[in-house]
């Protein structure tokens, strides 16, 4: 068993695309039509044939209510690993990227939180 796709709800797809590839620095993978909405997904240009982010719209009440419930109390959707996690918060605030929590060791792991645009709070991780 391996796990081959994971998601996040987004509350514009399009915007989701131009943030995490072109700000996070995923590679577009697939973009299939499907009506309303794309099968849209990213990975990591260090594992193209790694897990798939699919961007899921977020109109459902329930994907809604859980994305708001994690950001009011501060939880990310997912958590991202990097190499650095202070270059890598160096680097995306000079983005302008706005950032929850900056760059705290804990424990074994160093964690930032940031805000995706879309509406969910993501961690980037590195161990120390």
């Given at each position: 068993m391996r796990i081959t796709l994971t998601s996040v709800f987004v509350d514009d797809q399009e915007k989701a695309l131009r943030f995490y590839?072109?700000?996070?620095?995923?590679?577009k993978?697939?973009?299939?039509?499907?009506?309303?909405?794309?099968?849209?997904?990213?990975v990591s240009p260090e594992q193209p044939d790694g897990v798939e982010l699919l961007l899921e719209p977020d109109e459902h009440p329930v994907a809604?209510?859980?994305?708001?419930?994690?950001v009011a109390d501060g939880?990310?959707?997912n958590s991202f690993t990097v190499a650095?996690?202070?270059a890598e918060y160096d680097r995306l605030t000079a983005?302008?990227?706005?950032?929850t929590q900056p760059p705290a060791a804990m424990g074994p792991v160093t964690t930032a939180v940031l805000d995706d645009?879309?509406?969910?709070l993501l961690q980037i991780a590195a161990t120390n």
């Open positions: 590839t072109d700000v996070l620095g995923f590679t993978k697939n973009d299939v039509p499907l009506g309303e909405h794309r099968w849209l997904t990213v809604q209510a859980y994305k708001t419930g994690l939880i990310p959707y650095d996690v202070q983005l302008g990227v706005a950032f645009t879309c509406g969910n």
